[in-house]
Nanobody, 120 residues
Framework: QVQLVESGGGLVQPGGSLRLSCAASGSIFRIYAMGWYRQAPEKQRELVATITNSDTTTYADSVKGRFTISRGDAKNMVYLQMNSLKLEDTAVYYC??????????????WGQGTQVTVSS
């Protein structure tokens, strides 16, 4: 099994910044991509940002220009720098890892989530 642990969430005022971190451990064979998703109350989980093992990034339109995803030198680490936070960014943020442990097999793993609350 693969375990993902997120950290860095908290309470911040509109316009403020937070940096989320995610560390992966366990039965990691080959990481294809890592990313961040979020889920607000009574809403479906949505993609925030992803980064592949070749450093290709994808962002939701709602966070472009404000959030930046990056990988650590240890490729089992991923970060999300969140700037200019808005009230609508309030959600539980989940770390995701996608890997292909064997040929033709794709697996996704999720962290437990970290709460981000933007409030004045």
């Amino acid at each position: 099994q693969v375990q993902l642990v997120e950290s860095g969430g908290g309470l911040v005022q509109p316009g403020g910044s937070l940096r989320l971190s995610c560390a992966a451990s366990g039965s990691i064979f080959r990481i294809y991509a890592m990313g961040w998703y979020r889920q607000a109350p009574e809403k479906q989980r949505e993609l925030v940002a992803t980064i592949t093992n070749s450093d290709t990034t994808t962002y939701a339109d709602s966070v472009k220009g404000r959030f930046t995803i990056s990988r650590g030198d240890a490729k089992n680490m991923v970060y999300l720098q969140m700037n200019s936070l808005k009230l609508e960014d309030t959600a539980v943020y989940y770390c995701n890892l996608r890997q292909y442990p064997t040929l033709g097999v794709r697996q996704d793993y999720w962290g437990q989530g970290t709460q981000v609350t933007v409030s004045s």
